[in-house]
């Protein structure tokens, strides 16, 4: 049996009920615990594995041209769809970095010119704990375009008739990727506005797999329960278990324990979802079920008056707010910097969009995103040579009973190396409609965000988009003006977009080993791309010890902390009336911290833009 726990969005508590209900599991039988989430795992904090071992994972790559070979002719850039190799007139550059390893350029290179290396995406660790072995991987700084890759190899160490997965957050390709095969999902959600959105997402997402889902609540007592209920009741979803709203599990959890080794009435909550898990009937996961919910936010616009934008004078301030994985406060937080700023903001957790819910948008523009291609087999030209199904190195292409090929487009890279090999013209490319953006106006300026289809890959691109929109209809605005980004969570390709460029990034974090985990994590990033950072410590008053741990770090890395807010119930209440906290409490203490943080975010880049303009200065002094 293989059980999915995965949840619409970070913050909901999926790691939480992942590992506990691992580890009743283990009443039962000896269970594999596959942490899929590898862009910020943190499944291992909690179940502290002994005898951890660690195997490095490489990727085959393009890594240069043979200059004795190469004529210079170009077909191996123009086969590339992932912008891996550029050829000018007297030489060809590659970019390893960018490199899916399909194989395109070797079949169009007529002189054999390709060299072959090797890069880094991710190392892969295992460990015992109990009965349970863990499994868990990390993404190469840097390697975005390498999570599914990973997840792959990471799922094959399950050595149990039993699995837990614990999915990345969100709905798209790393996500489906993980459920696809599970017997049984379990989405976890909570009664907020942004809970009951986000479980809207994974539904639609589940159901466009044929998959019935099942449903666990956390922190029944916070937003309307009665409304989350309500919904799944219509929708036929089956709640098989819920959990309190706890300040003593919260504090459990951010010391890294297991609430179900700690406190004995959790552990029977546990036991119970455990018993109804094993209840099901043994097809709950692929049925036929309604699809008819397939929309969680407008497709149409509500004013047209705004159809094209004006491409900005020069490149806004950008401030990215990011923080590694979900659930940190990441975006309550962004959108009190939108109302500070008063221009715009851009919601660029595109998997997983939550933002409009705290300001309803009013659409000027909305239009859908083609970012990519799919591929599909004319059965009428195909001859069955069966080079296609040969060259494909994404299991994408298969082998019907009657002889014929069909690509599978849940698999296909859009890499085209199958049109590349097939000698009777039978793989067709077309465009693939990936999500749909919108250009809207707020009540605190103007919103660029996007609806990323469930189970597509190119969110990078997307986010890319909408920030290219945001400057265009920030154009008319002082270019002092800062433009506010709610990053996506995680560190792979739409977090690489959300802060790449920028002028500064937050990083939120909270006193939780995860918490602290995380920072480290995206740290690591935005250092990698050279961008100047700041750390805000969310909830810093429910584990003092965590931190101060975090504050050694920020000292360690000279980055310095921007504010510590305290542990507050404000940010949900605020939420639950779609105004941002300072619209809500905007007379209390932690709004004024929020103001302050801001100024002196405003006032690093300025200094820093001081310092870079004296420098120059004295250069050309």
């Known amino acids: 049996m293989k059980i999915a726990i995965t949840s619409g969005k970070g913050g909901v508590g999926k790691t939480f009920i992942a590992t506990c209900l691992a580890d009743v599991l283990t009443e039962k039988q000896q269970i594999s615990f596959i942490d899929c989430d590898v862009e910020a795992p943190n499944a291992h904090l909690f179940l502290k594995p002994d005898r951890i071992e660690c195997q490095p994972q490489y990727q085959s790559c393009v890594e240069s ?71 868990w991987a990390e993404l190469q700084t840097g390697a975005g375009g390498m999570t599914v890759t990973l997840i792959e190899k990471l799922k094959k160490s399950e050595t149990n008739q039993l699995t837990v997965y614990d999915s990345p957050p969100g709905t798209s390709c ?8 599970a017997d049984y999902v379990v989405l976890v959600t909570d009664p907020t506005r942004f809970g009951l959105h986000d479980l809207k997402l994974s539904v639609r997402m589940c159901r466009s797999m044929d998959i019935q889902p099942v449903v666990i609540i956390n922190r029944t007592e916070i937003g309307n329960i009665a409304e989350l ?143 990519g291609r799919k591929m599909r087999i004319d059965p009428q030209a195909c001859v069955s040579c069966g080079l296609c199904f040969n060259v494909c190195r994404f299991n994408a292409v298969r082998k019907m009973d009657n002889g014929s090929y069909v690509v599978i487009e849940d698999n296909c890279e859009g890499c085209g190396a199958c049109m590349q090999a097939c000698p009777a013209d039978a793989v067709i490319t077309e465009p693939s409609t990936d999500g749909r953006w919108y250009f809207s106006m707020i009540r605190t300026g103007k919103m660029s965000h996007a609806t990323l289809s469930p189970g597509r890959e190119n969110s990078g691109k997307l986010v ?78 429910i584990n003092l010890k965590v931190s101060q741990s975090i504050e050694e770090f920020a000292k360690e890395t000279n980055v310095p902390v921007l504010g510590k807010l305290p542990y507050t119930s404000l940010f949900t209440d605020a939420q639950q009336q779609a105004q941002t906290l300072l619209e809500y409490a905007g007379d209390t203490h932690i709004a004024e911290q929020i103001r302050t943080i801001w100024k002196t975010i405003i006032e690093n880049i300025n200094e820093r833009d001081i310092a870079y303009e004296n420098c120059n200065t004295s250069r050309t002094g």
Request: proline letters at 6%; hydrophobic letters at 35%.
């Open 65 to 135: 041209m043979d200059p004795q070979k190469c004529d210079l002719c170009g077909k191996c850039a123009k086969a590339c769809y992932f912008n891996a190799i550029v050829v000018g007139k007297k030489t060809a550059m590659t970019f390893p970095e960018l490199c899916r390893w399909c194989g395109s350029c070797q079949i169009v290179c007529p002189n054999d010119a390709i060299r072959i290396g090797q890069r880094k995406i991710g190392d892969l660790y295992s460990g015992r704990v109990g009965r349970i072995d863990l499994s």
């Open 174 to 181: 790393p996500v489906v990727h993980t459920v696809r095969d």
């Open 229 to 371: 209920r309500n919904w799944c009741s219509r929708q036929g979803l089956n709640i098989i278990g819920s959990l309190p709203d706890s300040r003593d599990i919260a504090e459990c959890y951010s010391s890294g324990k297991l609430a179900t080794r700690q406190m004995p009435d959790i552990r029977k909550i546990f036991s119970s979802i455990a018993d109804r898990l094993f209840s099901l009937p043994g097809d709950v996961s692929k049925t036929n079920v309604d699809k008819t919910e397939a929309s969680v936010f407008l497709s149409e616009p509500i004013d047209p008056s705004v159809t094209e934008q004006t491409a900005p004078a020069q490149n806004p301030v950008e401030i990215a707010v990011v923080s590694g994985k979900g659930g940190s406060g990441k975006t309550s937080l962004s959108a009190c910097f939108a109302q500070l700023a008063k221009t715009t903001v851009v919601d660029c957790d595109v998997d997983a969009a939550d933002l409009h819910l705290l300001f309803e948008p009013k659409v000027l523009e909305c239009q859908d995103f083609v970012g």
């Open 464 to 541: 890319t988009l909408i920030r290219k929109n945001a400057a265009a209809g920030s154009s008319s605005c002082n270019s002092r003006t800062p433009v506010v980004l709610d990053g996506a969570p995680g560190t792979g390709c739409p977090v690489i977009a959300s802060i790449g460029g920028t002028k500064f990034a937050v990083l939120v974090t909270e006193p939780t080993v995860s918490g602290m985990h995380d920072l480290q994590r995206i740290y690591e990033l935005t250092k990698h791309f050279g961008i100047p950072t700041g750390i805000v410590i969310n909830k810093t008053d």
